[in-house]
């Protein structure tokens, strides 16, 4: 393991993935404000099917606004606007009429902190189903027993399903919202620094399963750990803050293409730790 | 010489110290005092009879049971209108609206309506419920005008309740594709519930209490036999403590400082209650 290194690239058999033919996200000059501040700028950026996709960037570069696009976590900010076009599976996503509830089924978040419910481990897994309408017992438990088993979590907690989810660590909590999230088969799974909360061996443990979840899922994830970034991901996008404080898009490609020959100067320092 | 002015600094910190935790002490004078008052004057008539007969001889002889009766039906008169009126505003003023005039009118006329005088919601309740709607002088149109003045403090703490649910809950939830409502009903509201209870609580004690309003809307003495409708009239106990204090001539004292004895052990429960609840939600 060359742990020394600061750059660790990521050489899996898919290394070479690149977001051609049918992207399954799209974003096309998209444009996003809260109130007068420009958050993120003029940015373009195609994520292909069963890759995961890592936005790295310095703080406040905008990376988590930005994935927020995808499943429209920006409207719960009262001042948030959008300009542009963002797609899922070729459909604007922001045009009037989307169904936002159906969108975010479709397309699932995992947040930064880990934040399962204040219910027992069944009933987490389970809520998002239930509120769907699968009320059978045989189901749910089905549902449970798979979404958990994909979340590489049930041997630790198949004996304790009825014990709070607060109650297991946080390298759990996070499996378990992960669990929470597969449960209400989604295609694309969204990750939000989903590691930073995490101890070193907590974290390795989620970017195996992302791995894993990345044959059958598209993921993409924001980090700003850029050994993570390495390590797990085939696409990356750097994003930088611009002159005007607006976060915008400096350089998209593959892990292994930005990381060992990046072509812009910026990138270059960045992930070789000149700043940020 | 700066060892001194230190010195003179820490004796300042402790008379400092001292001071404030006489002022604090004080609030537990009274409260201990009015109690013991009570307990020695007081305690001498009660008795199996006192709980459970109605009053004899204007209230010197016999018991109190129709006033114990109606003020636990006042009570849970006011709870019915104002807990689900105050949970639905709350969940309204909370989770879907804006700041904009309309909220701001919304929250000044919530403020407004804890600063009106109870005597105010007397009259108020005796226009609208006893003689706009026509329920005339009753245990239903005296119940309402009390939700109506309790409404303020259901949502108020409603709101609050529902405000310091953790966002990270909400985002989690809707992060599955789970409607907003389906996450105010499933996620926010349970987790906010200790606080809406315990508001409720306090807002039905509190309503134990009220004497001026329930003179105007149907509050009476003496009734004959215990309220069987939620249109009779009816005695609460504020209003019979008033009476036998104020206006019944040659009143045992015993008899006086027993109906308050009463009253503030049933307001003092309910305290007691909202505060079990409280720790509870807290410990969960």
């Given at each position: 393991?060359?742990?020394?290194?600061m750059v660790?690239?990521?050489?899996?058999n898919n290394a070479?993935?690149?977001?051609?033919?049918?992207?399954?996200?799209?974003?096309?000059?998209?444009n996003?404000y809260?109130?007068?501040?420009?958050?993120?700028?003029?940015?373009?950026?195609?994520?292909?099917?069963?890759?995961?996709?890592?936005?790295?960037?310095?703080?406040?570069?905008?990376?988590?606004?930005?994935?927020?696009l995808?499943?429209?976590?920006?409207?719960?900010?009262?001042?948030a606007?959008?300009?542009g076009?963002?797609e899922?599976?070729?459909?604007?996503i922001?045009?009037?009429?989307?169904?936002?509830?159906?969108l975010?089924?479709?397309v699932?978040?995992?947040?930064?902190?880990?934040?399962?419910?204040p219910?027992?481990?069944?009933?987490?897994?389970?809520?998002?189903?239930?509120?769907?309408g699968i009320?059978?017992?045989?189901?749910?438990?089905?549902?449970?027993?798979?979404?958990l088993?994909?979340?590489?979590l049930?041997?630790e907690?198949k004996?304790?399903?009825?014990?709070s989810g607060?109650?297991?660590?946080?390298?759990?909590?996070?499996?378990?919202c992960?669990?929470?999230?597969?449960?209400?088969?989604?295609e694309?799974i969204?990750?939000?620094e989903?590691?930073s909360a995490?101890?070193?061996?907590?974290?390795?443990k989620i970017?195996?399963?992302?791995?894993?979840?990345?044959?059958?899922?598209?993921?993409?994830?924001?980090?700003?750990?850029?050994?993570?970034?390495?390590?797990v991901?085939?696409?990356?996008?750097?994003?930088?803050?611009?002159?005007?404080?607006?976060?915008?898009?400096?350089?998209?490609?593959?892990t292994?293409e930005?990381?060992?020959?990046?072509k812009n100067?910026?990138?270059?320092d960045?992930?070789?730790?000149?700043?940020? | 010489?700066?060892?001194?002015n230190?010195?003179?600094?820490?004796?300042?910190q402790?008379?400092?110290?001292?001071?404030l935790a006489?002022?604090?002490?004080?609030?537990?004078?009274?409260?201990?005092?009015?109690i013991?008052?009570?307990?020695?004057?007081?305690?001498?008539?009660?008795?199996?009879?006192?709980?459970?007969?109605?009053?004899?001889?204007?209230?010197k002889a016999?018991?109190?049971?129709?006033a114990?009766l109606?003020?636990?039906?006042?009570?849970?008169?006011?709870?019915?209108f104002?807990?689900?009126?105050?949970?639905?505003?709350?969940?309204?003023?909370s989770?879907y609206?804006?700041?904009?005039?309309?909220?701001?009118l919304?929250?000044?006329a919530i403020?407004n309506?804890?600063?009106?005088?109870?005597?105010?919601?007397?009259?108020f309740?005796?226009?609208v419920?006893?003689?706009?709607l026509?329920?005339?002088?009753s245990?239903l149109?005296?119940?309402l005008?009390?939700?109506?003045?309790?409404l303020?403090?259901?949502?108020?703490?409603?709101r609050?309740?529902?405000?310091?649910v953790?966002?990270e809950?909400?985002e989690?939830?809707?992060a599955?594709?789970v409607?907003k409502?389906?996450?105010?009903?499933?996620?926010?509201?349970?987790q906010?519930?200790?606080?809406?209870?315990?508001?409720?609580?306090?807002?039905?004690?509190?309503?134990?209490?009220?004497?001026?309003?329930i003179?105007?809307?149907?509050?009476?003495?003496?009734?004959?036999?215990?309220?069987?409708?939620?249109?009779?009239?009816?005695?609460?106990?504020?209003?019979?403590?008033y009476?036998?204090s104020?206006?019944?001539?040659?009143?045992?004292?015993?008899?006086?400082?027993?109906?308050?004895?009463?009253?503030?052990?049933?307001?003092?429960f309910?305290?007691?209650?909202?505060?079990?609840?409280?720790?509870?939600?807290?410990k969960?």
């Amino acid at each position: 393991m060359n742990q020394v290194s600061m750059v660790t690239v990521n050489n899996k058999n898919n290394a070479n993935v690149q977001p051609e033919g049918e992207a399954r996200l799209r974003m096309e000059n998209v444009n996003l404000y809260y109130g007068e501040f420009h958050a993120v700028k003029d940015i373009s950026l195609d994520i292909s099917s069963s890759s995961i996709t890592a936005i790295i960037g310095p703080s406040g570069c905008g990376k988590s606004s930005l994935l927020r696009l995808f499943n429209r976590m920006n409207d719960l900010i009262p001042s948030a606007r959008i300009e542009g076009l963002v797609e899922f599976d070729g459909v604007d996503i922001y045009q009037p009429g989307i169904d936002v509830v159906e969108l975010r089924k479709r397309v699932g978040m995992v947040f930064q902190k880990p934040n399962p419910f204040p219910m027992s481990i069944y009933d987490n897994v389970c809520f998002g189903p239930r509120r769907h309408g699968i009320r059978n017992k045989r189901a749910l438990d089905d549902i449970v027993e798979k979404s958990l088993i994909q979340a590489a979590l049930w041997d630790e907690v198949k004996d304790k399903l009825d014990q709070s989810g607060l109650s297991i660590s946080g390298g759990q909590q996070q499996r378990l919202c992960i669990a929470r999230v597969l449960a209400v088969e989604p295609e694309v799974i969204l990750m939000d620094e989903p590691c930073s909360a995490l101890d070193p061996i907590a974290t390795l443990k989620i970017e195996d399963l992302m791995r894993t979840l990345s044959a059958s899922y598209t993921i993409v994830i924001v980090t700003h750990n850029m050994q993570q970034a390495a390590r797990v991901s085939d696409m990356t996008a750097f994003l930088m803050v611009g002159d005007d404080r607006a976060g915008m898009l400096v350089e998209y490609g593959q892990t292994s293409e930005i990381f060992t020959n990046p072509k812009n100067k910026k990138t270059e320092d960045y992930i070789t730790g000149r700043f940020g | 010489m700066e060892i001194k002015n230190i010195k003179s600094r820490y004796l300042t910190q402790r008379v400092a110290i001292v001071i404030l935790a006489v002022s604090a002490l004080l609030v537990i004078i009274p409260v201990i005092g009015i109690i013991i008052y009570m307990i020695a004057n007081g305690y001498s008539s009660l008795n199996w009879e006192f709980l459970t007969a109605s009053p004899a001889q204007a209230g010197k002889a016999g018991g109190i049971l129709p006033a114990i009766l109606g003020t636990v039906y006042l009570m849970l008169g006011t709870i019915l209108f104002a807990l689900p009126v105050g949970i639905m505003a709350g969940v309204y003023l909370s989770e879907y609206t804006r700041a904009n005039w309309l909220t701001r009118l919304i929250n000044m006329a919530i403020i407004n309506l804890a600063g009106v005088p109870s005597i105010v919601f007397g009259l108020f309740g005796l226009a609208v419920f006893v003689l706009g709607l026509n329920l005339g002088m009753s245990l239903l149109a005296a119940s309402l005008t009390l939700a109506a003045q309790a409404l303020a403090m259901t949502i108020t703490t409603s709101r609050e309740a529902i405000i310091a649910v953790p966002k990270e809950y909400r985002e989690g939830s809707l992060a599955i594709g789970v409607s907003k409502w389906q996450t105010i009903r499933h996620i926010v509201l349970p987790q906010a519930s200790p606080g809406i209870l315990t508001g409720a609580i306090l807002a039905m004690s509190r309503a134990a209490g009220e004497t001026a309003p329930i003179i105007v809307v149907g509050a009476a003495f003496l009734v004959g036999g215990l309220p069987v409708s939620p249109f009779d009239r009816f005695m609460a106990l504020p209003y019979h403590l008033y009476t036998v204090s104020a206006h019944i001539p040659g009143m045992p004292g015993e008899i006086k400082w027993g109906v308050a004895l009463v009253l503030i052990a049933m307001v003092l429960f309910f305290n007691m209650l909202a505060g079990i609840v409280r720790i509870k939600a807290r410990k969960r």
